[in-house]
Structures are given as C-alpha cells and as structure tokens.
C-alpha cells in the first residue's frame, strides 16, 4: 500500500522548493535594488520578472493549501506558533506586489515605489528565513498543539538564518540578472556576485556549525547511519559549487553562474530536509503522527495530480516565452 503521507510530504517539498527558485530570484531582484541607482536599469531589472512574478507565488499557495489538506494539524500548530512573523510576510509581499503594478505608472512619486519593492523584498526574504530557523529550532507542543509563547520564533539562530536566506535570494536574483542582461548591468552583477557566494559560503558553514552544536537531536541524525551517507557529500559540493560560480563569473559565462546558484539552493534545501526527517513539528511530531485521515488525503490528491501538471505546464510556457534577454528600452513589460 502507498504511503500517502510520504507522498503528500514529496508534494509538498517539491512546492516549497520550485518557490524558494522562482520566488527567490525574484526578492533577490528587489533586494538588489539599492546596488543600482539608474532608474531605467531598475526598469530592465524589474521587466525581467514582470512577466512571471505573480506566477511564481502559486508554489507557495500549493504548498499551504497540501498542508491544509494532507495535514492538518501542522498547518493549525506552525500558523499558532509562527503567526506573527507569517503575516508581517504577507503585509511585506502585498507592498511589493503593488510596487511591480505602480512603479511603472507613477512620475512624481516612482522613487516611493521602489522603496515600497525594496522593503517588501527585503522584508518578506528575511522573514522567510526567520520562519526556517523557528522551524529548525523546534516549536513546543503538548499532544500535537502548540504550548510555547508567542515570541518563541525570534531567537539569535532565526535571525542568523533569515540574513542567510536574504543573502541566498540575493545571489540568486544576481545569477537571474547575469542570465537576463548585458552591457552594464550585467557587469555589475558579474562583479557584485563573488562577494554574495563568499558572505553565502559563510551563512552555510555558520548554520552548520550551529545546528548540531545547539540541537542534540539534530546532530544525532546528521551523524548516525544511514543519514551520514546521504548527507557527507553536500558540504563537499557546496564548495565545489561555490568554486565553480566564481570561475564563471570570472570567465563572465551568462548562464552557469545562475545554474551552480540553484544547485547550492538545492543543496540547502536537501540539507534541510535530512536534518529534520522525519519530523514534520520539529522536534516531535512525525509526519504520520500529524497525517490527516487517509481518505483525506486520497481526495486530495485526486486534484492534486489534475492541478499541479497544469501549473509546471503554465510555468514552463511562460519563461520559455519570455527566454530571451530585456534590454534598454524594451516594450511590452508595462
């Protein structure tokens, strides 16, 4: 018999991912706004997400709503725990949001947008990280329900993690850019981006440091068998990635400095999910513990496995329509 939790947990991993990337480059734009004074190359640099931007946010609607349906009790336990952080998020993406649809209509006041699309992004990437390490750290429960304080979530590791995810969607906007521009801004991503993979490399190694040092539990999965063979090689291609991004970006390849980028990501990501497998309330609700009935679960998927194959096919189609570079200039993006 399947194990529809498991199957769900792949689901949902796989939402959260595909939004970190297509979600990540894209606060990665707005936090890199600052770098860049020129008004019209922050018009290139917001045109080359114009298109996809709203799209890219589906993943993480996808990744709610399996929670909500597969189970329950994580999504009524972390949204209690992590409610305030949660909706700052949501305030912070609905700024931005607006910024993407007025800066291009407004005279006078477009300086105020781009601060509304700088602090939007800045703000929802650093809360996102702070929501990982209240996650990683653990959330206190009693029989499944959340029992801790409310300000449980803001510690000295949750702030350390979201600099890191503000500094990892950062690197990967800088990659997007690499990829999407040319001429002048474009040079200024390929000399900005070796000094975000150095202060990334260094985010890594301090979570991983941290992590096991303060979390028992945690470091006992990272060094018991078999989970030591599956996580020993990410620190070794971690360095091999980040090597790889600064001979690109030295060689001024346009398109492999994004792609060892997202490699990283994905190591992050799988580094992740072997740390806290197989609990899905950290540090003691498993993910069968917190499993919605299996009926539950089976309707769900039924729409599941309709929609999901509908938004890779949507998302596909819209980058591989708007592939090419946006230069100077450029109509068709406002």
């Not at 105020?112 to 429960?141: R, V, Y």
């Not at 969607?169 to 150095?198: D, H, S, V």
Request: charged letters at 10%.
């Amino acid at each position: 018999m399947i194990d529809l939790s498991l199957v769900w947990v792949a689901i949902i991993g796989l939402g959260v991912l595909i939004y970190i990337i297509l979600d990540g480059f894209d606060l990665g734009i707005g936090i890199l706004f600052p770098f860049i004074k020129n008004s019209d190359e922050r018009d290139v640099m917001m045109n080359t997400v114009a298109p996809v931007w709203d799209g890219n946010e589906t993943w993480m609607v996808l990744g709610g709503a399996g929670l909500f349906a597969a189970f329950p009790l994580v999504y009524s336990t972390v949204l209690s725990a992590l409610y305030l952080p949660i909706m700052l998020m949501v305030i912070a993406l609905i700024f931005r949001g607006v910024a993407f649809e007025f800066r291009f209509k407004a005279h006078r006041t477009k300086y105020l947008w781009d601060q509304a699309f700088i602090w939007g992004s800045i703000l929802s990437s650093f809360l996102q990280g702070i929501l990982l390490g209240a996650f990683i750290q653990g959330i206190e429960t009693t029989h499944g329900i959340f029992s801790g304080h409310a300000m449980d979530w803001l510690t000295p590791f949750s702030i350390f993690t979201g600099f890191g995810v503000l500094v990892m969607y950062a690197a990967l906007g800088c990659g997007w850019l690499i990829l999407k521009t040319e001429k002048n801004l474009q040079q200024r991503m390929f000399q900005l981006m070796p000094k975000l993979i150095w202060v990334l490399l260094i985010v890594f190694g301090g979570v991983s440091l941290y992590t096991p040092v303060t979390h028992p539990e945690i470091a006992m999965r990272w060094f018991s068998m078999p989970n030591l063979l599956y996580f020993s090689p990410v620190p070794i291609l971690v360095i091999a990635f980040v090597i790889l991004i600064l001979m690109a970006c030295k060689k001024q390849n346009d398109v492999k400095p994004f792609i060892y980028t997202l490699a990283l990501v994905f190591l992050a990501f799988t580094g992740f999910v072997i740390s806290l497998y197989p609990y899905i309330i950290p540090p003691s609700v498993t993910i069968w513990e917190a499993a919605a009935p299996r009926s539950s679960q089976m309707f769900a998927l039924i729409g599941a496995v309709i929609l999901i194959p509908i938004i890779i096919a949507y998302t596909i189609l819209s980058y591989w329509v708007f592939r090419d570079k946006v230069r100077l200039g450029d109509e068709g993006y406002h």
